[in-house]
């Protein structure tokens, strides 16, 4: 009776049944390294996403701080590039075309300060000290 059994499309069925589920049971580990993998490289994409932004935001401050001090030195042509790199980083795009149109008013380019003030005052109308 047994061996009637075996011979069975009922047994048969079952024992690829109990193979699938072994290979599955098999490639689990696999595929649970590769999706620890994929989360480990998505937070690492993530940290240094975070890590470029800090980046430049340190750049951003830097170029500021280089032009006010160039400024405040009366070295208006290295102010003037460094508020230009400022504003190419993204910094606060209305007090940075304030500052580098003091910078091109103190030059003596009034037009190139007349040009740097009303964009500041397009940025942040709100703002009434440009």
């Known amino acids: ?13 079952t024992r690829i049944t ?4 072994t290979n599955v049971d098999r490639s689990l580990p ?5 999706g620890v ?3 480990v490289l998505l ?5 240094g996403a975070f890590a470029l932004v800090e980046h430049r935001g340190q750049e951003k401050a830097d170029a500021i701080l280089e ?5 405040d030195q009366g070295n208006y042509d290295l102010a003037i590039a460094d508020y230009n790199q400022a504003i190419q ?5 209305a007090t940075t075309y304030n500052a580098r149109g003091i ?7 009034y037009e190139k300060a007349i040009a740097d003030y009303s964009m500041a005052v397009h940025f942040d109308p709100q703002e009434v000290t440009y």
């Not at 009776?1 to 069925?13: K, P």
């Not at 937070?43 to 940290?47: I, S």
């Not at 980083?89 to 795009?93: A, E, T, V």
């Open 67 to 71: 032009g006010d001090r160039a400024s």
């Open 18 to 21: 109990e193979r699938e589920k």
């Open 30 to 34: 696999g595929a649970s390294s590769k």
């Open 89 to 93: 980083l993204g910094s606060n795009i």
């Open 37 to 39: 993998l994929l989360l």
């Open 1 to 13: 009776m047994i061996a009637a059994y075996e011979q069975s499309e009922e047994f048969t069925s």
């Open 103 to 109: 910078a091109h008013q103190r030059k003596g380019d």
């Open 43 to 47: 937070a690492l994409g993530v940290v």
